[in-house]
Structures are given as C-alpha cells and as structure tokens.
C-alpha cells in the first residue's frame, strides 16, 4: 500500500473531443485530481493523438494538473513547448530515452515534474538507477498507442518491485499505473503501491463520473 494520497488522472484520450471544455468541466467536478494528456506521435506507438494546440486550448478551461505523457521518439525539443502550453508534468519513455538524467534535469529546471515511464516488456530494473531523478514513475498496464484496451495484472509485479527499491533507496516517489484501470482492479493497484491512477474510458464514459472517481479511490 502507498503512503502518497490517492489521485486520480482521468485520461483525455477517452475524452470525447467535438466538447472537450464540457467533458473536462466534467471530470474535474467530479472530483478528478490531474488530467492525463497522452501525446502520440505515430513513431515511438502505432497511432497518433493531439499535440501542443490542444494543450494550448484547454489550459484556460481548468485548474486540472495536466500530466502530459509523451509517447514520442524524441522529447527533448518539445519540452518547452509543452511547458509553454501548459504542462505541469512531462514524463518520458525509458525505451526512448536509455540514458535520461540530462533531459529529466532539463525538465526540473524549467520547474515542472519529471517522470519516467516503463512498458509492458521492459524490466523493471532499467529504471532503478534513475529513480533519485524523478517525481513520479509510471508503469504501463498496457501496450502504450490506444486507449481501451483490457488491463494486464503482471504490471502489478513491476509496481511491487519499484515500490521495494523505492523504499530501498529511501526516496519520497509516487507510483503510476495507466491502461485500462477501473473500479474493478484499482484496489489491487493501490495494495501494490500505487498512488496514482489513470483512467480513461472508466471515467470520461462512465454515466456518473463521480461515482466512478469514488469508486477508484477508495
């Protein structure tokens, strides 16, 4: 079990996007903590999302937290213009980025968060020597590109170890977990470690949203 408060990240992907304004108004009276912002750029995933326009035009319509994940085969020039466009996050691929430590210190020094995520076949120990450099680490339940897709529970065992070299290392660092969470087997998540959790079509498309934000958090 986490230590860090529960938040919940409802996933704009599963927004539907001809009234984003109303569907993150929404999520965020729901009781949402943060909004997870998936950027895909058809190279590092089979698939392509929304980008810096996007992000440009939401800032203004919410005080979300905007978690901004970037599936893309080359972050570093984008950094400031996702900062520029109102990220508060920006967590980055270990598959992309196998040496990180200058981006993520490029990332603190524009004072936002740093994360470093971890797909479905990486081991888990890739990102161990790192961990001292991040705000949050975030561990895929899913092959990363499309959202719905059903969650896998050996995530669960990569969640555990970070939570034991987290607490090895005697660092203060949340764990995230994102791809196709719900009621159904967020506990199992929070029993694992961890502490933030993303959800998109269990949010966005659910009929009452804050029932569904309760049910993840508790």
Request: some cysteine; proline content about 8%.
């Amino acid at each position: 079990m986490s230590t860090h408060p529960t938040r919940i990240a409802p996933s704009l992907l599963a927004a539907d996007f001809s009234c984003l304004a109303q569907q993150i108004d929404r999520v965020e009276q729901a009781g949402a903590d943060w909004l997870h912002l998936d950027v895909m750029d058809g190279r590092f995933v089979p698939n392509i999302s929304f980008g810096i326009p996007i992000l440009e035009s939401i800032r203004p319509k919410t005080r979300l937290f905007f978690d901004v994940h970037l599936m893309i085969v080359d972050p570093q020039p984008y950094l400031a213009p996702f900062k520029d466009a109102g990220a508060n996050s920006l967590t980055i691929h270990i598959e992309t980025c196998p040496q990180p430590t200058s981006i993520l210190r490029e990332i603190r020094a524009m004072d936002l968060q740093c994360g470093l995520v971890l797909n479905p076949s990486t081991p888990v120990e890739t990102l161990f020597p790192f961990l001292g450099e991040l705000d949050l680490v975030l561990v895929m339940s899913v092959e990363p590109g499309f959202g719905g897709q059903s969650f896998q529970p050996q995530a669960l065992q990569k969640v555990e170890a970070l939570r034991d070299e987290i607490e090895r290392q005697a660092i203060h660092l949340p764990i995230q977990i994102d791809g196709g969470v719900n009621p159904q087997n967020a506990a199992s998540c929070r029993s694992a470690g961890v502490s933030i959790l993303v959800a998109g079509s269990a949010v966005f498309r659910s009929e009452d949203p804050s029932r569904a934000i309760a049910d993840l958090r508790t």
